[in-house]
């Protein structure tokens, strides 16, 4: 069982920056960073393959976040630009214990992020 553990979240004001965490207790294979804000279901938000080849992000945030990891250290990034109102949320990263798994099999706790307009 890989344990998660989400860091960085935050309050920053509107146009501001703030980089997530994810550390990992032993190897995944791809991850993905998913968020959820009140009363809102959660959504996908990016994804990274083991390899760093592939990426892929939310429409939304496209342009702004960017997605990274670094396997040596077992963990996972997220550098959020232009922060606006609308990306505060309860940040969630998760992983995939096998490469062809369809679905993330482990999930962190969570980490706030809000920005101020």
């Known amino acids: 069982q890989v344990q998660l553990v989400e860091s960085g979240g935050g309050l920053v004001q509107f146009g501001g920056s703030l980089r997530l965490s994810c550390a990992a207790s032993?190897?995944?294979?791809?991850m993905g960073w998913f968020r959820q804000a009140p009363g809102k279901e959660r959504e996908f938000v990016a994804a990274?393959?083991?390899?760093?080849?592939?990426?892929y992000y939310a429409d939304s945030v496209k342009g702004r976040f960017t997605i990274s990891r670094d396997n040596a250290k077992n963990t996972m990034y997220l550098q959020m630009n232009r922060l606006k109102p609308e990306d505060t949320a309860v940040y969630y990263c998760?992983?995939?214990?096998?490469?062809?798994?369809?679905?993330?099999?482990?999930w962190g706790q969570g980490t706030q992020v809000t920005v101020s307009s």
């Open positions: 990274i393959s083991w390899s760093s080849l592939n990426i």
């Open positions: 998760a992983a995939k214990n096998s490469r062809g798994a369809d679905a993330y099999d482990y």
């Open positions: 032993g190897r995944t294979y791809t």
